[in-house]
């Protein structure tokens, strides 16, 4: 085993300010699978030292959406864990005892600047044409001056003395080396005046302290990581692997992908996991979809197994060019996992979809003997869950309910009005005496009617289906007679036949 392939510790740090969308996801998945392939630990840490930013219900929203995806965490919040708390704003006095620490040492300086002075400070940089910055002043303050600005009770914060000369290469798995002038890094607040720290020294204390040994994150953070790198140096501390994962683009393969849904050529492209679930997507199809987001599976076979994909799943593999997200794979996916689902896993999936759809409590479908007949009609065509209730709406429906005002779902092919209504009342009597009330028994009826007539299935089978559901587009016909049962499909089907009467009336 190489050394990059040993149990490896890794996290998923996000900051409860927003959603979680889909890219964070794929950040997530791929930490998890690193975890996984090299028999190490997943570690879930919610980063909320900005205070401002929080947003009081994205924690569970994003729990929930690590669960729906099955990206279990081995140590976070719920689990615990022997490195905890793994909620940033519950270790403010770690983070003060190591920022402590470094002021001890001489690589940290309280900074008594105002934000009024400080934005005064950008503005004269800016008038001189100089690029606006810190400009370090109170790196150099004499004991004397720091005692006068605590006498008068001046807020302060705490900066980094960054080194002033020389450069700090970064080396990252799939990217290789990245290097900065030290100069350019202007000592950046690492501790807050509200005594919580930034990100940037609570990431490192953290990682550290967690025994990270590969940060996985996205691309955006990678400027951020020499200013890491150099924290690292000054607590004497290695530092782990870094992989800055490749963003995620939008459809169009422009820009990086948003983190709100968006309608682009009149498609709806979603992006907050929440919106996916809803949209009745499967985590199988999504997994599968994301781990081929910046890696590759098998460039030969599209669908794998969450245990093959541990298998093969290697960071070094990564590829770190932006790619865009194959939308149109989604749906296709999703179709596949749905049809290779036994019909009795795929009900219990649709039961949360359906009790939404149609306003029936979930306890009340699940004792639903209809419901066991009705998934293998609708299973085959099925694209999303969430499409499930539309499709089954008419088998819940009282008789009076079902809408016959589209009297063409009720026409039979090349036939008129009356001509229809003629059909169902000549399929009326069939049903009345199909013996057994079963689809074989009733297809072979009316086939054989069918060909008495002379005419064509199109045209003798279709008043019976707007008749049923009253749509053009409805699950294979006699399985919908038996669903329904014999006294239903009757009342049905003279409903359908009064409607088109009605309507040749109207005609002539
Ligand atoms: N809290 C950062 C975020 O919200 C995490 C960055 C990192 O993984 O280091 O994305």
């Not at 992908?257 to 009745?280: N, T």
């Not at 759809?357 to 009705?374: C, K, V």
């Amino acid at each position: 085993m190489s050394e990059l392939h040993a149990p490896a510790r890794t996290r998923f740090a996000p900051s409860p300010t927003g959603y979680l969308h889909l890219g964070g996801l794929r950040t997530a998945l791929f930490a998890w699978l690193w975890a996984r392939h090299t028999n190490g630990q997943f570690i879930l840490r919610i980063e909320d030292t900005d205070q401002n930013r929080y947003q009081e219900d994205s924690l569970d929203d994003l729990m929930r959406g690590l669960r729906w995806l099955g990206l279990e965490w081995d140590e976070g919040p719920e689990a615990g864990g022997p490195v905890g708390p793994y909620i940033q704003s519950r270790r403010r006095e770690i983070y003060q005892r190591y920022v402590q620490q470094l002021i001890d040492d001489g690589y940290a300086y309280r900074s008594y600047m105002s934000a009024e002075e400080l934005d005064a400070l950008r503005e004269e940089q800016r008038a001189r044409g100089d690029a606006p910055g810190y400009d370090r002043r109170d790196r150099y303050l004499t004991p004397e001056q720091i005692a006068a600005y605590e006498a008068e009770g001046r807020p302060s914060v705490v900066r980094f003395s960054a080194p002033l000369e020389g450069k700090t290469t970064v080396h990252d798995l799939i990217r290789g080396d990245i290097t900065v002038e030290n100069e350019s890094v202007r000592d950046p607040v690492i501790l807050k005046s509200d005594g919580l720290p930034t990100y940037h020294l609570a990431v490192v204390v953290d990682d550290h302290l967690m025994g990270v040994t590969d940060v996985l994150r996205g691309e955006e953070w990678i400027s951020s990581t020499p200013l890491h790198q150099m924290l690292y140096a000054a607590f004497d501390w290695d530092a782990p692997r870094f992989i800055h994962l490749p963003v995620i683009l939008d459809p169009s393969g422009q820009g990086k992908m948003s983190k709100r849904k968006k309608v682009v050529d009149g498609h709806e492209y979603l992006a907050q996991v929440h919106e996916f679930i809803d949209a009745g997507y499967l985590p199988e199809a999504v997994f599968n979809l994301l781990t081929n987001v910046g890696w590759n599976f098998d460039a030969e076979r599209e669908i794998f197994t969450r245990e093959e994909a541990i298998e093969r799943f290697d960071v070094a593999d990564i590829n770190p060019s932006p790619g865009a997200l194959p939308y149109a794979k989604l749906e296709w996916l999703n179709g596949v996992y749905i049809r290779d689902m036994a019909p009795a896993e795929l009900q219990a999936r649709l039961i949360p979809y359906l009790s939404r759809g149609l306003d029936i409590a979930e306890s009340d479908l699940a004792q639903d003997p209809r419901l066991p007949l009705l998934v293998p009609l609708i299973q085959e065509r099925l694209k999303t869950l969430a499409e499930a209730a539309e499709k089954v709406e008419w088998a819940f429906q009282s008789a009076d309910e079902i809408d016959y005002s589209n009297t063409k779902a009720l026409l039979g092919k090349k036939l008129d009005a009356a001509q229809s209504a003629d059909v169902l009342a000549t399929g009326y009597d069939l049903i009345e005496n199909a013996e057994p009330f079963t689809a074989d028994v009733l297809e072979q009826a009316f086939r054989a009617k069918t060909d008495e007539l002379g005419l064509k299935a199109g045209s003798f089978f279709s008043p019976f289906r707007g008749a049923l559901t009253g749509k053009m587009v409805a699950p294979p016909l006699f399985d919908s007679m038996v669903v329904l049962g014999r006294d239903e499909t009757l009342i049905r089907v003279r409903n359908g036949e009064a409607a088109l009467r009605k309507a040749a009336l109207e005609t002539t």
